[in-house]
């Protein structure tokens, strides 16, 4: 079974500085993993994917995740946080299911929160 | 314009009856996909089709319904057997069992239950 961890419910930086959201995920395959951002009462819109290409997935927005296969671990990350940035962010593992059928899970989110 | 759509934006029931929420999407999609968001959960599968007149339940299935007559559209019933109906539910498609394509989000539902 698949399974995603954001490591942080909550993270708060400066705008300006470096932002870091972490994901680790379990999967019995070779996943597809994904970023999407929330704003609030908004649908969610995709950031970036790793499907087995790069490892290192450049997004909207200058955010970008490095895909690490040893780590199990595709974290996010943006040089200089922007106001505009503050959301919740999810990280998303898709699998194939015993069935054939494509399932996302997702992780429980964190809240990007930008100090002025 | 391409993309999903949901209705209503708010939606209010009260405690007994059934509710059907709307998601339409002109993406030419095959897939769909209904997820309830609550606080520090993330999101969690309701139910999900792969193809017209089929579908799937996820991981909290119970009190809820659906149908998936055509393409377009993937309405969701909220029904009494439903104990903790309010959440913000969420519609999703994507390109059908590839595994790797992102799923195209709808703008919510707010559901609550007075």
């Known amino acids: 079974a698949q399974s995603v961890t954001q490591l942080d419910s909550h993270v708060s930086v400066s705008e300006g500085t470096p932002v870091l959201l972490r994901c680790n995920y379990s999967?019995?395959?070779?996943?597809?993993l994904f970023w999407y951002v929330q704003h609030p009462n908004k649908g969610l819109q995709l950031l970036l994917k790793?499907?087995?290409?790069?490892?290192l997935v450049k997004g909207i927005n200058g955010f970008e995740a490095e895909f690490k296969k040893s780590e199990t671990s595709f974290h996010l990350t943006k040089p200089s946080a922007h106001m505009s940035d503050a959301a919740e962010y999810f990280c998303v593992v898709s699998d194939i299911s015993n069935f054939g059928n494509e399932k996302l899970t997702f992780g429980t989110g964190t809240r990007l929160t930008i100090i002025p | 314009d391409g993309g999903i759509t949901q209705s209503p934006k708010y939606l209010f029931r009260k405690e007994g009856q059934n509710v059907t929420l709307s998601c339409e999407q002109n993406?030419?999609?095959?897939?769909m996909y209904w997820y309830r968001q609550d606080p520090g959960q993330g999101l969690r599968l309701i139910y999900y089709?792969?193809?017209?007149?089929?579908?799937q339940k996820g991981d909290i299935a119970e009190g809820y319904s659906v149908s998936r007559e055509k393409k377009e559209s993937f309405p969701l019933t909220v029904t009494s057997a439903q104990k903790n109906p309010t959440a913000f539910y969420l519609c999703?498609?994507?390109?059908?069992?590839?595994?790797?394509?992102?799923?195209?989000f709808g703008q919510g539902t707010r559901l609550t239950v007075v």
């Open positions: 993406l030419n999609h095959d897939a």
């Open positions: 999967s019995s395959y070779s996943p597809s």
């Open positions: 790793y499907t087995s290409a790069a490892t």
């Open positions: 999703a498609s994507s390109i059908a069992g590839q595994g790797n394509t992102e799923a195209f």
């Open positions: 089709s792969q193809i017209v007149n089929d579908f």
